[in-house]
């Protein structure tokens, strides 16, 4: 696997209370990005970076904010967590590929339960 | 936003046989597709990409097929094995885009 983790990798949270996540790669790469994965949903985009302290929202952005101070760190802020935010979170990394075409590597992903 | 959609949600084979697993995408502009596999309680990992200035691309037991007259990818794994048996997912990228867009995926059951 890529040297990517998360942190944590469960956590069960009340509704209305803040929650990050924390993705940490050392590959430094220059692309990271947040998605979560429901049941019929696949994998959808929350956020992503393109590079320190740059970050622009995806599909399903609201509710979330994130912050890239270092290249090997990507957080994710809930800033108030609700039920509907129950979700298993995953982190991906990539390289700049030739003519803007690249994979994404996976981390673990992170287990969130929002009661 | 486009979505991308696959034709059957689930799929079984005998092992040692030939699987297809098929995605139709809406966005004819949409210039990369990539897909993965994701295990059971794992992240997605990446299988095989094609670019859309071809048209077949091959790997070790996997080819990607892209027909962009009628916006459809498909995925051949040759000789299925078990530790094939996982979800599979399509995933486009739009032009000059960041952001990627995955279907909902086909979960391969490999049948013994």
């Known amino acids: 696997d890529a040297g990517i983790t998360q942190s944590p990798r469960h956590k069960v949270t009340e509704t209305g209370t803040p929650v990050t996540l924390r993705c940490h790669q050392t590959?430094?790469?220059?692309?990271m990005y947040w998605y979560r994965q429901d049941p019929g949903h696949g994998l959808r985009l929350i956020h992503y970076s393109y590079g320190v302290k740059d970050t622009d929202k995806g599909e399903v952005s609201d509710g979330y904010s994130v912050s890239r101070s270092k290249t090997e760190d990507f957080l994710l802020t809930l800033e108030s967590a609700t039920s509907s935010q129950t979700s298993v979170y995953f982190c991906a990394i990539s390289e700049s590929g030739s003519g803007g075409f690249r994979w994404q590597f996976f981390g673990p992903g992170t287990r969130l339960t929002v009661l | 936003g486009e979505s991308v959609g696959l034709h059957l949600p689930t799929l079984s084979v005998q092992e040692g046989d030939n699987s297809i697993i098929n995605c139709a995408y809406s966005n004819s502009a949409s210039d990369y597709f990539i897909w993965y596999k994701q295990e059971s309680g794992k992240g997605p990992q990446f299988i095989i990409d094609?670019?859309?200035?071809?048209d077949k691309r091959q790997g070790q037991r996997v080819t990607v097929l892209l027909n962009k007259t009628v916006k459809h990818l498909s995925l051949q794994i040759a000789a299925t094995q078990p530790g094939d048996s996982a979800v599979y997912f399509c995933?486009?990228?739009?032009?000059?885009?960041?952001?990627?867009?995955f279907g909902t995926g086909t979960s391969l059951t490999v049948i013994p």
């Open positions: 995933v486009e990228m739009f032009p000059a885009g960041n952001q990627f867009y």
């Open positions: 094609i670019r859309s200035n071809m």
């Open positions: 590959e430094n790469h220059r692309y």
